[in-house]
C-alpha cells in the first residue's frame, strides 16, 4: 500500500458501525499479510484482525472460525483462488453478515469480473492507500459496493456485454493463477529481475513461467504476450 495510489470510488453508507470491523486478511504472501496486520492494528479504533488464511483452504477455515465482518480477499491463491474462496463458504452457509473485499495487485478486467460475479462487494488494488483501505473496509461493512472508477468501468462493460467474458475465461483457463501473474506484468513491460521482485519468486521461475505461458498461448515472444493482453483489455 502506499500514500495515495489507488483511491477507491464509494457510495453513500446504508447503515452505521456499532464498533470495530472485524477482519480475515487473505493473501499467499506472508510479507504483505505481516504488513497489513501491522497497519490495521495502529486502527484498532476501526478495525481488528481476527484471522489470516494464506490457500482456499486455510481461508476457508478462518473465514467459517470467525465469521467477521468483512474478508480482505486477494484474487490468486493456491488451490483455487479468491472466487473459490467465496464459493465454498457460500457452500458451508455462511451468511450475508460476512462481506468480501478484493484486495490484490491485479487491475485486470477478467479478475476484476471473476470475483465479482462470486459475491465479492468490491475489489481494489494494492496501491490503495492505508485511508482509502480503511473507509473501504467500513464501506463495505455496511453494505456498499466499492470500486476504483477504472474497476467499476470492467463490471460495467462485462454486464453490458462489451468484454467477452467467455472468451477471456476460455483462454486464461490454460493458465496456473501463478502464470497468470506473471503473464499480465511481463505484458506491462516488467522486466523479469521486477517480475521476480513484484511476486517473490526467483528469476529462474519468472523464465520457466513465461516459456509456460508463451507455450500455452501459442505465442512466440513478449511483445506478442502484450498484443495479446492489450486486447483483451487484461492489462
Known amino acids: 500500500m502506499t500514500g495515495a495510489g489507488d483511491e477507491a470510488e464509494m457510495t453513500q453508507t ?5 464498533g470495530p470491523v472485524s477482519i480475515v486478511l487473505v493473501d499467499d504472501h506472508e510479507m504483505f499479510r505481516s ?9 484498532r479504533d476501526r478495525v481488528t484482525v481476527v484471522g489470516e488464511g494464506q490457500d482456499v483452504e486455510t481461508s476457508v477455515s478462518a473465514v467459517m472460525g470467525s465469521l467477521p465482518r468483512v474478508v480482505l ?23 450475508s453478515a460476512t462481506r468480501f473485499l478484493a484486495l490484490s495487485v491485479s487491475d485486470a478486467a477478467e479478475d476484476v469480473i471473476t470475483v465479482i460475479r462470486a459475491g ?23 453494505g456498499d459496493a466499492v470500486f476504483s472508477p477504472r474497476l467499476a468501468g470492467f463490471v460495467l462493460d462485462a454486464f453490458s456485454g462489451s468484454i ?50 508463451l507455450r500455452k498461448l501459442q505465442l512466440s515472444n513478449r511483445y506478442e504476450l502484450t498484443r495479446w493482453a492489450t486486447d483483451r483489455r487484461l492489462i
Open 14 to 18: 446504508t447503515t452505521e458501525l456499532d
Open 120 to 142: 465479492a462487494r468490491g475489489y481494489v488494488t494494492k496501491s490503495i492507500s492505508s485511508e482509502d483501505l480503511l473507509s473501504a473496509i467500513e464501506r463495505v461493512a455496511t
Open 35 to 43: 504488513g497489513v496486520r501491522a497497519e490495521m492494528e495502529r486502527h
Open 164 to 213: 467477452e467474458v467467455a472468451s477471456i475465461d476460455e483462454d486464461l483457463d490454460r493458465l496456473s493463477p501463478r502464470e497468470r501473474e506473471v503473464m499480465r506484468l511481463i505484458a506491462r513491460g516488467y522486466a523479469y529481475k521486477e517480475v521476480a521482485k513484484e511476486l517473490f519468486i526467483s528469476v529462474k521461475t519468472v523464465e520457466t513461467h513465461v516459456s509456460n505461458v
Open 73 to 95: 480477499l486477494d484474487v490468486h491463491l493456491p488451490g483455487g483462488g479468491g472466487a473459490e474462496v467465496i464459493r465454498r463458504c457460500e457452500a458451508a452457509g455462511l451468511g
